[in-house]
């Protein structure tokens, strides 16, 4: 069994910041993708942020330069620092992790999600 749990969201003035973390726990032999994800109600969920165990980071044109992603490998631990957030960043986050519990078994495992409020 593997989990994912986010933190950190919760609400903040336009123009402020969020830390969001996510762990991933149980039975893994090694996690390979990373990434963080939103999704408004009504909407399909999109991609935010992404990295690759290297550290090679990838982020959707609407969060350039506002957002940055990082990750712990020895900790299997996922970061996303949010800055001069706007109104519309306010929606649900999600964590995932490709989580390999063998050599050769492997699975995306998501988290429950955590808000973000964006409001003055």
């Known amino acids: 069994q593997v989990q994912v749990v986010e933190s950190g969201g919760g609400l903040v003035q336009p123009g402020g910041s969020l830390r969001l973390s996510c762990a991933a726990s149980?039975?893994?032999?090694?996690?390979?993708?990373m990434g963080w994800y939103r999704q408004a109600p009504g909407k399909e969920r999109e991609v935010v942020a992404s990295?690759?165990?290297?550290?090679?980071?990838t982020y959707a044109d609407s969060v350039k330069g506002r957002f940055t992603v990082s990750r712990d490998n020895e900790k299997n631990a996922l970061s996303l620092q949010m800055d001069s957030l706007k109104p519309e960043d306010t929606v649900d986050y999600y964590c995932?992790?490709?989580?390999?519990?063998?050599?050769?078994?492997?699975?995306?495992?998501w988290g429950p999600g955590t808000q973000v409020t964006v409001s003055s």
């Open positions: 995932d992790a490709q989580v390999f519990e063998t050599a050769s078994l492997s699975g995306l495992s």
């Open positions: 990295i690759t165990t290297s550290g090679l980071a």
């Open positions: 149980g039975r893994i032999f090694r996690v390979e993708h």
